[in-house]
């Protein structure tokens, strides 16, 4: 049966669990993002951020519990067209090398036979600040890591989606290429207000791009709030390690 819709919420998990063989990599998760916000996933590496970000375009399929993107049940959806359907950035990108900027760039809306695919590639490259004029003609070993970045995200915005699942977009930038980053990110989503699930493992990352930030561990949110309640009154003693780190790490 299924429980009462909540049309503002974008993305929805309730009791989500899902184990491999031993591991438990989501032990009954809840999460709800409501419509236009962001919400980060921190955790140490192994924690269950990717599992469960993938559950949402099913790329991972839960043992137990329910998903809902945008209100409906994931398992009800065609997952090609859900997949199609939701912004997914992975931290290496994932550009296909052989092909051009541009061809890259449209590839969502070309597989989703959109007539205007080139159109919307152009936008999405020049809401990232990579004009189609100068890189569309480029191969990706010709950009910058920072660049390709950028790439991967107007692939991920070409079509339009109202959901965008980020899987450490930023992880593997230098910190001043990221931080570039983070301001293209912010003046986007302020832009399209697209709703964010951003798996982080920088506890600062979550506090700067995040309206409420969830902490997981072992399987489980230890506490989900925003930025200044996570800071102010960690839940548990393991939150509240990790905000002290993470203030070590700012003096630095
Ligand atoms: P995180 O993204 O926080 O690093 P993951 O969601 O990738 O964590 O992994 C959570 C746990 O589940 C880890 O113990 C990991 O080894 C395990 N795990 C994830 N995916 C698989 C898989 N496909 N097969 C076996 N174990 C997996
Ligand atoms: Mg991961």
């Given at each position: 049966m299924e429980s009462e819709l909540t049309p503002s919420c974008a993305l929805e998990a309730q009791d989500v669990r899902k184990s491999y063989g031993s591991v438990a990599a989501l032990a009954g998760v809840e999460l709800r993002v409501e419509a236009g916000a962001c919400v980060a996933l921190v955790g140490e590496?192994?924690?269950g951020k990717t599992t469960l970000l993938r559950c949402f375009n099913r790329t991972v399929e839960p043992d137990q519990g329910l998903v809902r993107i945008k209100g409906r049940d994931?398992?009800?959806?065609d997952p090609i067209r859900l997949r199609r359907e939701t912004g997914f950035v992975q931290q290496e990108g994932g550009?296909?090398?052989?092909?051009s900027i541009l061809r890259n760039a449209a590839m969502v809306p070309v597989l989703r036979d959109m007539e205007d695919a080139e159109d919307r590639a152009r936008w999405a490259l020049d809401l990232v600040g990579l004009p189609a004029k100068e890189y569309?003609?480029?191969?990706?070993?010709?950009?910058s890591g920072g660049q390709r970045q950028r790439v991967a995200i107007a692939r991920a915005l070409a079509s339009h989606p109202d959901v965008l699942l980020m899987d450490e977009?930023?992880?593997?930038?230098d910190a001043i290429t990221r931080t570039d980053l983070h301001e293209t990110f912010a003046a986007l989503r302020d832009r399209l207000g697209v709703t964010v699930l951003l798996v982080t493992h920088d506890l600062q990352e979550a506090f700067l791009l995040a309206d409420r930030v969830a902490v997981m561990r072992d399987g489980t949110i230890h506490q989900l709030g925003a930025p200044g309640e996570i800071r102010g009154?960690?839940?548990?003693a393991y939150v509240a390690q990790l905000v002290r780190r993470a203030r070590v790490g700012e003096a630095t």
């Open positions: 590496s192994g924690s994931v398992l009800r959806l550009l296909l090398p052989h092909w569309g003609d480029r191969w990706p070993t010709e950009l977009p930023f992880g593997a930038l009154e960690p839940a548990t």
